[in-house]
């Protein structure tokens, strides 16, 4: 068994602590180590954006990261996006949209559209297609999708 | 169009029920179960397409550290000559434990050989390569015409193909030919002033749900066995888990958690019954994953398939007479949707002569699954293309022959049922009035096409139970899972009865033991069927309810009327109570009322899409690019319309991605070299125009509030209409999916 290694981190502002093996991403340390499932596996090799995450400000596939990357850095998940009585804008738009049918890829979804939204207020409809091509949805076709982002885009830069 | 009835809670919005859950990453999706003590399971693939296993040894495997247990096909119970009835017709059983575990034979890469139980999934994973398989290596065959000639490798050496009652007596690849007639098909082609016949091969696609197949099991000490997974029918999972294991349906319970898209590939069990023999074999519960690979690999696509269409007109434009040949590859076992293809081929069109002959035929690629109205796009990209090239011939609109010919109820479709009242007319007319049809269209190198589809739509077993709460919500229990919002359009249905909001309904879907049965999620049925169940069961909340307005007013109860959530009196008494207020006095009146609603409906009625898409051709690069594309359906009544809309753009862009990108794309060996999400190039957002739905109602008379099945059919129409598009940009029929831009630059020349 490899031993494990000792990782100091922040996840919603929190300081979390945990042990990880030196192997095991930070998208399987969310999930097996920390409980925090929203983060989903499509692929585990970044191709499908499901397990997206904000590291230190940046969006990245948490599949793609270690967890013992993660040591003094800050990282945001899909749990700590809502306040305890209300939904981010970006979720609220999912829901009045109705941009999701099975929900898996959502998570990712909205973490991707945080990160645009944080950098770029007022994207383009093209903005937004480019920006979120890396993340997959089976389902929905996109539109939905896109439209939720334009919306919450709206809403967050109004 | 037929007149709208009006309806409080159908045909509006609301926010679905599980919502929030989906959006804040807190919903449970089956790879999200964790449970204490749990083992984690990894399977063993075959290297090979097809091969004979001469030994396995797992004895290196079972001594590594952390390994608790290794299974093989050798502790599945003897299959030998069984015959299992799982509802969708009988099933070899052999055949069924055998994809889940290889005995004697693999017969595609990815054929699931051995399972470890372990620690941690790392350690199964390199528990696996420790296991020793030997291997008698045997040549692939990989297309569906070669796998039926007379010298092709064999799969099965005791497989005969049945043809229409008839068994023949040497073995074969070809598992069945099956076919339809109608008419007199040579007097209809004598008749015809024009034929047109082409061939058209279709790649191997897959369903392509983000979420991979999961499965948690765990045996009790007293032989119950629970399986927490992700699936489109827990009862299904249950009836085939029992059928593998030889176990009783009584001693499982199966707890669908939410699933992240199925499209019909979560119907077929893989790794639940081996998630079920780690779990006896170690007394633990063991959860097992599979990978992106894995699920490419060792999971059902549907078919690739070769398909030829001869269609026959008088220059008004009159279809006198079609025959398809369709020979669909079933994979490593028998089973492809040659039927519903035959069945759906020329089903927007009344043709009085035709011939439709099928083919069902086994090849070393992994055992095919339903996919989206299974066999329908296959068939459909021939026959629309060739409908598309009678019209161009005869100088007709498209759309217009589509109108002289469109099928209508009373007519009869080739393979016997005669329509009810269907809306392909009613899509073809709303597509020709779209602003998209008469907008200009004029650029090089761009170009315009449309298509029609069919999917007949599926009833089966539902069942619903309502708890009726005191503060006048209802807790409304089903068994179906929910995969695209359907706990809302079920809802929905069971609020319109009783005359509250949508939102005074808690659904919830439960596992096998707490509600009645209920197939599958699929055959756009849920909305539909389970629909139907849910009506059923609120109509029951609603008879006891006046029995109980009866008992507080002290008269007959005849004598109680319910009309928009209201009870009243109506034999003179000035009596009133809100469904809300009388919820809250159940107690006083006799307890609780739980209400139940079971069906098994006849009347899905069938599903019809209209498409058009201009597409711009690049001439250097051969891609092809989605300018503007609108889908029209008969959606009966849209109860949800937003996830009716959905439905229909998520169909059509699948369709668009297996017209233009997507294909399983095989070495000689018969190894997939594009198993993966990149290579394997689903369409991205960027590749991607918005959808415009466009719900047309053409009320089904089979359901209560008109509903028709709404999931499948959008897939149908988009290989052929893109396909017409394209040679209304550059002159060029295509004939083979995908049409991608290597297979452009072919047709082209360029290459």
Known sequence: ?158 | MTEKKEYKVIGTRPIRHDGVDKVTGRALYGADFQMTGLLHGRVLRSPHAHARIVSIDTSRAEAYPGVKGVATAQDLPDAEDRIADLGEGAVNLKYLCDNILASDKVLYKGHAVAAVAATSPHIAEEACTLIDVEYEVLPPVLEVRQAMEADAPLLHETLKTTSMGETADEPSNVASHIQHQLGDPEKGFAEADIVVERDFVTGTVHQGYIEPHNATAHFNQDGQLTIWCSTQGAFTVREQVAEILQYPISKIKVVPMEIGGGFGGKISVYIKPVAALLAKKTGKPVKVLMNRADVFEGTGPTPASYVRVKMGATKEGKITAAEAYLAFEAGAYPGAPVGPGAMCIFAPYNIENVIIDGYDVVVNKPKTAPYRAPGAPNAAFGSESVVDEIAEKLGIDPLEIRLRNGAKEGDRRADGPVHPRIGCIETVETAKAHPHYTAPNGQKHHGRGVASGYWFNIGLESSVTINVNSDGTINLIEGSTDIGGTRSSIAMQAAEVLGIPAESVNPSVVDTNSVGYTAVTGGSRTTYATGYAAYEAAQDVKRKMIARAAKLWEVDEDNVQFADGEFSCINGKEEQISFRDLCGRLGQTGGPVVGSGTVNPGGAGGAYATHIVDVAVDEETGKVEILRYTAVQDAGRAIHPSYVEGQIQGGAVQGIGWALNEEYIYNDEGTMTNASFLDYRMPTCLDLPMIDAVIVEVPNPGHPYGVRGVGEVPIVPPMAAIANAIYDAIGIRMTELPMSPDRLLKAMGKI
């Not at chain 1, 499509?42 to 013992?68: E, K, T």
């Not at chain 1, 804008?89 to 909205?110: K, S």
């Not at chain 1, 994207?123 to 997959?136: D, M, S, V």
């Open chain 1, 1 to 158: 068994m490899a031993r494990k290694s000792h990782v100091q981190t922040t996840i919603n502002g929190e300081t979390v602590e945990f042990l990880c093996e030196s192997r095991q991403s930070l998208l399987e340390v969310l999930r097996d180590e920390l409980y925090l499932t929203g983060a989903k596996e499509g692929c585990n090799n970044g191709n499908c954006g499901a397990c997206s995450v904000i590291l230190d400000g940046r969006l990245v596939n948490s599949c793609l990261v270690l967890g013992v990357e993660t040591e003094g850095k800050s990282v945001e998940t899909i749990e700590g996006l809502a306040e305890p009585d209300k939904l981010h804008p970006i979720q609220d738009a999912f829901l009045e949209n109705a941009a999701l049918q099975c929900g898996i890829c959502t998570p990712g979804f909205i973490m991707s559209a945080k990160a645009l939204l944080d950098s770029n207020p007022n994207p383009t409809e093209h903005e937004i297609r480019y920006w979120l091509a890396g993340n997959l949805c089976r389902c929905t076709g996109y539109d939905k999708i896109v439209k939720a982002v334009m919306d919450a885009a709206k809403e967050t830069s109004a």
